[in-house]
């Protein structure tokens, strides 16, 4: 039997206890699951793709099966360039469900054979979002529960806190 590897493609900006909680699940799944960090489209970067990379390769190097990668164009492109059969997508919400169903059946019209698993987060986690985590810490919050101990020292890096009265 052949490797089963799956791709989980995402801004990563930063990336999340969401996500992570995501990926470990789909590690039980996949005897590899790589980590490709997605063009953001109309999102406005905190992190370069390159410094993403690092953070991600950084918060994951204890995690057998774990590769991460960057690419720039369709993620099914890189499916088929990898000769990966499965897209792991994450889901908060329901609200999340209708823009991942429409870029599932897109995908699906791009290359058949690539199948898109849908993997709710943990209840704990359903409101964490990588925008959420940078607003939050931004405006002095606490986001040592939300993201890994490497993701809050490089925000303190990235991100002027403002202390409120």
Known sequence: MSARRAIYPGSFD???????????R???LFSEVVIVVAG?????????????????REVTAGRKGVKVDRWPGLIMDY??????????????AASDFEYEFMMASMNKQIHSEVETLFMMTGQNLFFVSSSMVKELFHYGGDVSAY?????????KQKIPQKKVF
Do not use: C, F, W
Not at 14 to 24: A, C, F, Q, R, V
Not at 79 to 92: F, K, M, P, T, Y
Not at 147 to 155: D, F, N, T
């Open 14 to 24: 930063p990336i999340t206890n969401g996500h992570l909680d995501i990926l470990d």
């Open 26 to 28: 789909a590690l039980h």
């Open 40 to 56: 953001t489209g109309a999102k406005n970067p905190l992190l370069t793709p390159e410094e993403r990379v690092e953070l991600i």
């Open 79 to 92: 499916a088929r360039a990898h000769n990966i059969s499965a897209v792991i997508r994450g889901l908060r």
């Open 147 to 155: 993201v890994p101990a490497q993701v809050a020292a490089r925000l």
